[in-house]
């Protein structure tokens, strides 16, 4: 095996399958089916954190417009953008507004993005976009000599995916390629009645296993492994303790995965678990540690009515 040919997706597949705790990296979701499957999770009425992050941008983005203190035109950049069903409602009152922005949606996947950009020109026909495809911080890296400030936008609650030291260096690097006084809007669960947590990550409609079943898919698609799905379950905890959920793929039988590309077999023993993602809920407390450690300050969480879920508005240090 020629491991200095592997993509990325192979390199991890291999560490993480291999390794004592098998892992995947939750990144690999989001394929253009994954994020297909996602959307469908985003609809779900046990997954409260799309429509509380749709109350808070429906109903508050003239406050967060008017906290921004930008002055003149600005750029409004979004990582991991999705279908910009969300967004849309900030760019609509930014548009009502009069402000003077372009908007900068970036995604892994071109499939999202072709929709996003179709929804949102569909409905704000005269918003300047500018979608880029790719990672994130290249597009960071391509967008240094930029000279009006930005708002960046990290949503969903999606740093939450992050173990607490990886999110610290991501935030880091979001703040390396920032200009002072630059700003980022960063969805962020809040903690709250563990059952209602549980529901949303553990759904009746079997959405969800969906989503975890198509890591399988995928390396059978892109590493030509011969993974049995019917082989494999789902579980999903939240541990209230510390704020953390836990997703698993579950082998149901001592066995075996081939893969051609990368010329090797993965063992898995009875009920062996595969780690496939985290999803941590924060305190107003440990997102003001958080933002501190990371170079920024909080100037304000806007929250649904509930406080379930915050818009937590950060400022470059």
Known sequence: M?????????????????????????????DDNGSRIFMQIMKMPEYYPTGCEFEILTGQSGNILDSLNFEGPFNIVEF????????????????????????IPIDISQEALNALEKNIKTALPDVKMQPKTGDYFDVLKSMADTKVPNLFL?????IGNYLIDEAKDLLKKFNSGMKKGDMLLLGMDLRKNPKII???????????KAFNMNLLKRINTELDADANLDQFDFYSFYNPENG?????????????????????????EKDELIWTELSKKFSLDEINKLAKSTGFQVVKNFMDCRHYFTDSLWIKQ
């Open 154 to 158: 990290f949503m969903g609650g999606n």
């Open 2 to 30: 020629n491991t200095t040919a592997l993509t990325p997706f192979a390199e991890d597949i291999l560490h993480g399958l291999k390794s004592d705790e098998k892992h995947i990296p939750s990144k690999y979701f989001y």
């Open 198 to 208: 549980q529901k949303a990550y553990d759904d009746p409609h079997g959405i969800t």
């Open 80 to 103: 991991g953008s999705g279908d910009g069903m969300k967004t849309r409602q900030m760019l609509k009152t930014f548009l009502d507004r009069k402000a003077n922005f372009t908007y």
């Open 244 to 268: 953390e959920v836990h997703t698993y793929l579950i082998s149901l039988k001592k066995q075996q995965i081939h893969s051609n590309v990368l010329d090797t077999d993965f063992s898995f």
